[in-house]
Structures are given as structure tokens and as C-alpha cells.
């Protein structure tokens, strides 16, 4: 099994509809990030949580929000999807004990707003 | 600000052949460099890493990079391509002082090996 799961893997929705990806890990880490990849622009980081009561937003986190529900927990929600929200969302975890960097990556959600 | 420049979209190399992905960064002091794999329909997965010490680190699945400070650069090098080494390669660089939240990544450079 999988040590990050993001669930689901491919998600087809319309514009305006509310969607949830979910992300569960089972290495103990601490720190859950959520990242979008686009093709060409690499990975950009949406939010980010260093423990259950830290949320923080990374560099685009507009028309995104997320909730840590528990350690190994991290969703992440589109309220409102628009088309250009159509992308590959990976999450990741990292031990606050490595180095920083190093991060553990889930096998993606593909999401298409129509 | 720091950023991460892999100038090459695609690089083809034949089975055998020595291979070279090319990264450059820019930040202020020193860097933390990464380079990242991801096959397809898969996550990213860490390869190796330079944070101090020998100029060159090796890594998994035979990989090695080589930190240049002087040139700005962290190349990723192997001494013999595989078919199975085709993916999609990530730099990312951030400095000591931060945290993986400023992780820069550059855009990646997909890297084919023909048989």
C-alpha cells in the first residue's frame, strides 16, 4: 500500500460545483503540504499544515481551502471550480526531522472542471 | 527571490549513453538542491540531495549530481541510461535558513531514452 493516498485519482466536474481531495499518509510525518503541477510550470504550492492546528497558504491559494482533520489527514477543497483549476494536485508529506526538502509524494488526483 | 532554471523541455539519450539534465538556481547564500523523478501517472520521488560537504552526491538508481558553485549549477548525471530512466526530472532549490514550504521547483525536463 501506498504510504500517501490521494483519493480520488480522477475527478471530472463542472464549474461551479464543490470538490474535496482527500490525502492520508501513514509515515508519522508531521507536515502535509498540497501542491498543483500544470504542465511546463512545475509544482506550485497551494497550502501547507506543520501540525494539526497550523494552516498556512503557499503561493496560490486563492479559490482553494484545506482542512488538517488529523495527523495523517489533509483535505484540500475547491468551494466553487472553475476551469482554470483543471490540473494534476499532489500531495505531500516531509518529517520535521529530515531535512527539509525532502518531501514523500501521493500518486496525484487529476482533476478536469469542464 | 530564488528560482530554478532547467533549460532543456525534453532531452533524448540512447541506451547506454551518459546522460545529463541540466539545472541552474539563483538564491541569496548558499542552496539546498533536489532533484525529484516522477514517472508516469506516479508521484514525484526524491533522488538526491546536496546540502553541504563533497561537491558531488549520488543517489538512487544510479544517480549523481555535481554542485558548481561558481556556475550556479546542480546537474544530474548518470554513466549509462536505461530505457527505464524515462521520466520527468524536477530540480528544486531552497535555502538553509527556510523550510520545505520555499521549496522552489523549476519546470522539469523530461528525459527520453531510446532503445
Known amino acids: 500500500d501506498a504510504d500517501v493516498t490521494q483519493t480520488p485519482r480522477n475527478r471530472i466536474t463542472k464549474t461551479g460545483k464543490r470538490i474535496m481531495l482527500e490525502c492520508s499518509q501513514t509515515k508519522g510525518h508531521d507536515r502535509m503540504y498540497w501542491y498543483r503541477q500544470d504542465p511546463g510550470l512545475g509544482l506550485q504550492l497551494i497550502y501547507y499544515s506543520f501540525d494539526v492546528k497550523d494552516i498556512n497558504k503557499g503561493e496560490i491559494s486563492d479559490g482553494y481551502s484545506v482542512s488538517r482533520q488529523a495527523q495523517a489527514k489533509f483535505s484540500l477543497s475547491l468551494e466553487s471550480a472553475i476551469p482554470n483549476q483543471t490540473a494534476l494536485y499532489f500531495c505531500?508529506?516531509?518529517?520535521?526531522?529530515?531535512?527539509?526538502?525532502?518531501?514523500?509524494f501521493g500518486e496525484g488526483s487529476r482533476l478536469t472542471v469542464l | 527571490a530564488q528560482s530554478v532554471a532547467q533549460p532543456e523541455d525534453q532531452v533524448n539519450v540512447a541506451e547506454g549513453n551518459p546522460l545529463t539534465v541540466k539545472c541552474t538556481y539563483s538564491v541569496s547564500g548558499n542552496p539546498y538542491l533536489f532533484w525529484y523523478v516522477q514517472y508516469p501517472n506516479r508521484g514525484l520521488q526524491f533522488l538526491l540531495k546536496?546540502?553541504?560537504?563533497?561537491?558531488l552526491v549520488k543517489g538512487s538508481y544510479g544517480f549523481e549530481a555535481e554542485f558548481n558553485k561558481s556556475q550556479t549549477s546542480f546537474h544530474l548525471k548518470k554513466p549509462s541510461a536505461l530505457v527505464s530512466d524515462s521520466a520527468l526530472y524536477f530540480c528544486?532549490?531552497?535555502?538553509?535558513?527556510?523550510?520545505?514550504?520555499?521549496?522552489?521547483f523549476g519546470s522539469g525536463t523530461q528525459l527520453t531514452v531510446l532503445p
Open positions: 528544486a532549490v531552497r535555502v538553509p535558513s527556510g523550510s520545505a514550504r520555499q521549496l522552489t
Open positions: 505531500a508529506t516531509s518529517d520535521s526531522g529530515l531535512v527539509a526538502g525532502e518531501l514523500f
Open positions: 546536496y546540502i553541504t560537504g563533497d561537491n
